[in-house]
């Protein structure tokens, strides 16, 4: 990872045969918790493509991420998350995508030692401190989940 490197971070990749490309698929494969794998999810505020770095054991408040970035929030589709991100679904890492993004992030997240990333593909995943989550993407800390 070019874009980890760049950031000083040395991660390790994993690749599982299994598969990653859910929350639930990558903590049963990783072995960990489901709130420990991070969802880089990808939405339009306004038309403008935003990153909700959030815990897999959570979902995302639209009308919540509307008021914190203030705009009217939509889903991506599939070929909106490629082209904001450059990777596809499912494989989507929380940075180094194609165009800087602007990036919130779950503060449940920062409950953990560490977590579990996409990597780029929908089966691999990289492990990673809520900090080096934070600092990497350039994420606001923000609460924007439903509950
Ligand atoms: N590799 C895993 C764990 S790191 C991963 O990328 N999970 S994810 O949550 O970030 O990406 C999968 C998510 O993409 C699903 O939770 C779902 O919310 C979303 N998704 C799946 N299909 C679509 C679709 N057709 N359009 C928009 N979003 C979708």
């Known amino acids: 990872m070019a874009a980890a490197a760049d950031l000083g971070l040395s991660p390790d990749v994993l690749r599982f045969p299994e598969g990653t490309r859910t929350a639930e698929q990558a903590a049963a494969a990783v072995g960990c918790q489901l709130g420990q794998i991070v969802k880089s999810l990808v939405f339009l505020c306004d038309g403008r493509p935003v990153l909700a770095l959030t815990s897999g054991a959570n979902r ?81 800390v923000a609460d924007f989940v439903a509950g």
Do not use: C, K, M, Q
Request: charged share 20%.
């Open 60 to 140: 995302v408040d639209t009308g919540r991420l509307g008021e914190l970035l203030g705009g009217t929030i939509t889903r991506a589709d599939a070929d909106g998350v490629r082209e904001a991100t450059g990777y596809a679904i499912g494989g989507t890492p929380p940075f180094g995508h194609a165009r800087p993004l602007r990036a919130v992030a779950d503060p449940a997240l920062l409950t953990y030692g560490t977590v579990w990333a996409a990597a780029g593909t929908p089966d691999t995943v990289f492990e990673l401190t809520p900090d080096e989550l934070v600092r990497a993407s350039g994420a606001e």
